[in-house]
């Protein structure tokens, strides 16, 4: 049930899930307190930059189709690398999930639960992605997909709604801190797109393989759309101070929107929404993990593994003491990990694996994929 | 078999679960068990403490507020060093347990505002329950004398007065609608500084000749020599000019029409100007903006040089011969007389803001932004600083539409 394939849109709206989600949580936020007015520039120029190195990906990957990077890392290193490579995409999975489940179960918490302890709420949260997890991929896949509209229109809704509240001029300066704030330093915003991590393990599950540079250039487009939406929502609606300093900011521009007197207080139904977007979210992560875990031990009986990683999620997420914790693991540590093992480690695999490809080919005269492509599937 | 035990595992665990996570809303007071405080009035106390003043609607009176009787409600105040200590105080006095999410207005003293408020906003903008929409309104009396005074003549239910009157400025031009959230993004803003509605007493007459008690209410410098006789007890007109987080001053209904108009927040109003034919006379025009103020800011010698041009589009609301054919020539000059009028109000408002007041309420730093090239070197600047040293140059033009009804133009 699990191993079945996914189209296109689905695999699009896995990737921008990932982007989504952290744009609701304080994405927006971490980029304007880097490059203040230069905020849309920079947001810009590293959807430019995204969409090199997705176009690279997709290069790489051209000479393995329909594997992932775990496979790459095996016919590049054996199983060592493979294993190695695995456990590091399997750490910054948990991690990745216990701070966003974490975060936002919080967040929940000081908006509308605030005599419920937050463990329950993220209790609440483990069991359903669990459960939607026991379902199998393409249920998730599915899933995501059928919400995803209506999470993109909320974003949409609150940069429209907002229109009347925008101080235009806060734009300026252009370039913020500097051109070198936001060009050279603001360069590390690039861990906005997190979902490139996806990318590497979605070969195996498209229907289309020829459709993937297709799949990963929609995906990075419309998050930096969304991006650059949510950004230029908080720049133009807050004053730089409050900007970087807010809990889930876009709430806090939905609870800006009102249309006269009689349509106001919508602020309830994007965090109902968001609740299920960040369910979709927390179940693809969790999916991938299993997946990982699975394939670097070669376990056969592996029933329990969704519930053992979703235990370890949970447990890990109630280290932080505090948001201010919180807050530095999403902001600081999330983002290094996203800038050296997703896209230095993870680009560096395909580059080397691309170059012994090379190699052996010289040396055979022949491609060694085709053994490789068998070796993948998964028994 | 082991089938079995996992689903009913699983269903015991699910059930816990649950019943924990909802054991919780069995302590959760329903609606009927909660104190709705639709206003929160922050006064100085003595020792540097507040009173704070809540003012509750009875939820069961509401429902007969189809009597025509107004909805009653209940005003009770306690002295606490901070607002979260009041509330917890006011909690162990009233039944209920009071919920801040249907507040509607805010109103501190001038008193209090004087030596600075940012600590209460501060601590009203990190509540869950207080809307960023609520209004804010700074009084000339004491808070409590302000929500004490409120007597809706034609509104039974007080939440919907509040709610309302704060909106009058859009088509009065009279006041503005100043909301907490804005409040607070201004007390943080580089580029400007923070306003909120005057709030007063309207006194009553036999009140004004037995009693000199709050002489200084019920009327604002720089206002109009308009005056109100109503029942409502309490006008919101004219604006409270912060500096920082300090009131340094107000600003008249007139004043107010030019705040307005550079914040292109004016809707439309009615103004009057004295006729350039007979000084004795005064014409009433219909003012819509149309367009919007054109303005912009650079910096001469390190002082801000700010240009401003206002287009405003009116039609002739009463004139006294509107019926017989008004020549172009008279148009031009009403015109005329009505730019003037409008740059002279214009004028003052800057001069005042800036060299009386030193607070750049309008926000003209926002038009300063693209002088910098980037954010340190505005931050360097200190444009809140410089704003007394600012020059204006101010060109105004009105175009006369037409009449309404009766058109004669």
Not at chain 1, 18 to 43: D, Q
Request: net charge negative; glycine share 6%; aromatic share 10%.
């Amino acid at each position: 049930m699990t191993e079945k394939k996914i189209g296109n849109i689905e695999a699009i709206a896995v990737v921008l899930t990932v982007m989504i989600n952290h744009i609701i949580l304080n994405l927006p936020k971490s980029i304007i307190s880097t490059t203040s007015s230069g905020s849309i520039i920079n947001v810009i120029f590293v959807t430019l930059i995204a969409f090199i190195i997705v176009y690279l990906i997709s290069q790489l990957l051209k000479n393995f189709p329909s594997l992932d990077i775990l496979d790459i890392s095996k016919f590049l290193g054996g199983k060592v690398l493979k294993f190695i490579i695995g456990a590091l995409f399997l750490c910054y999975l948990i991690f990745t999930i216990s701070i966003v489940l974490r975060s936002f179960s919080e967040t929940l918490k000081i908006i509308f639960f605030p005599r419920t302890p937050v463990q329950i709420i993220m209790l609440l949260f483990l069991l359903a992605i669990v459960f939607v997890n026991k379902l199998g991929f393409q249920a998730i896949a599915r899933s995501n997909l059928f919400f995803m509209p209506i999470i993109l229109f909320s974003i949409l809704f609150i940069f429209v709604a907002n229109f009347g509240n925008y101080t235009v001029q806060r734009v300026f300066p252009l370039l913020g801190n500097g051109a070198v704030s936001t060009f050279l330093s603001g360069i590390s915003n690039l861990f906005a797109f997190g979902g490139i991590a996806y990318l590497y393990f979605l070969p195996p599950h498209l229907k289309e393989q020829k459709d993937y540079t297709k799949i990963a250039f929609s995906a990075i487009g419309v998050s930096g759309i969304f991006l650059l939406m949510s950004v230029t929502t908080l720049l133009l609606l807050f004053p730089l101070l409050t900007s970087s300093e807010e809990i889930l900011p876009l709430y806090l521009a939905a609870r800006f929107i009102e249309f006269g007197r009689f349509f106001q207080r919508l602020d309830a139904v994007f965090v109902f929404t968001w609740i299920i977007s960040m369910a979709c979210y927390l179940s693809l992560a969790l999916y991938f993990a299993t997946n990982i875990f699975k394939k670097i031990t070669n376990i056969q009986y592996s029933k329990w593994v969704i519930g053992l990683i979703a235990s370890i999620c949970f447990g890990i997420a109630l280290i932080p003491q505090d948001l201010k914790q919180i807050s530095f693991l999403e902001n600081n540590v999330y983002k290094f990990i996203i800038l050296i093992l997703v896209i230095g480690v993870g680009l560096g695999i395909l580059i080397f694996a691309n170059i012994k490809n090379l190699i052996l080919q010289k040396k055979k005269g022949l491609s060694v994929l085709p053994e490789n492509n068998k070796s993948y599937e998964r028994s | 078999m082991l089938k079995n035990t996992y689903k009913y595992v699983s269903l015991i665990i699910i059930t816990i679960i649950v019943s924990v996570a909802f054991t919780g809303s069995h302590s959760v007071q329903s609606v009927d068990d909660l104190a709705y405080a639709i206003a929160l009035g922050i006064d100085i106390a003595e020792d540097d403490n507040l009173e704070v003043t809540f003012q509750f609607n009875i939820p069961s009176a509401n429902g007969e507020s189809g009597s025509g009787e107004s909805a009653p409600s209940v005003i009770d105040s306690v002295k606490a060093n901070s607002i979260d200590s009041a509330i917890n105080l006011m909690n162990a006095y009233v039944s209920k347990e009071i919920n801040l999410s249907h507040c509607k207005v805010i109103v501190i003293s001038q008193e209090l505002a004087q030596k600075g408020i940012a600590k209460e906003i501060y601590s009203l903008m990190n509540k869950v329950q207080i809307r960023p929409d609520s209004h804010l309104v700074i009084t000339t009396s004491t808070a409590k004398k302000y929500i004490e005074s409120v007597a809706p003549s034609l509104e039974n239910l007080v939440a919907k007065f509040y709610e309302v009157l704060p909106t009058s400025g859009d088509y009065t031009g009279y006041t503005i609608n100043a909301e907490l959230g804005e409040f607070f993004n201004q007390l943080l803003c580089e580029t400007c500084e923070a306003t909120a509605t005057l709030g007063n007493i309207v006194q009553k007459k036999e009140e004004e000749n037995t009693s000199a008690e709050d002489s200084s209410s019920g009327g604002t410098e720089g206002q109009s020599n308009e005056s109100v006789s109503a029942k409502n007890g309490i006008e919101n007109l004219g604006v409270a000019v912060f500096k920082d987080d300090k009131f340094v001053g107000s600003l008249g209904t007139e004043e107010t029409l030019a705040h307005l108009l550079l914040r292109n927040e004016l809707k439309n109003c009615n103004i009057s100007v004295t006729d350039p034919e007979d000084s004795t006379k005064k014409i009433d025009l219909y003012l819509t903006s149309n367009h919007t103020a054109r303005i912009n800011v650079s910096i001469v010698n390190g002082t801000p040089y700010i240009k401003i041009k206002i287009i405003a589009n009116t039609r002739i609301s009463s004139i006294e011969d509107i019926t017989k054919d008004v020549s172009d020539e008279r148009i031009s000059k009403i015109e005329e007389a009505s730019a003037d009028y409008l740059k002279e109000l214009l004028s003052n408002y800057c001069y005042k803001t800036s060299k009386e007041y030193h607070s750049d309420i309008a926000g003209f730093g926002r038009y300063a932004l693209k002088d910098f090239k980037t954010n340190t070197e505005f931050e360097e600047y200190d444009w809140l600083s410089h704003y007394q040293d600012a020059f204006f140059e101010i060109s105004t033009e009105v175009n006369i539409k037409s009449g309404f009804l009766l058109t004669g133009t």
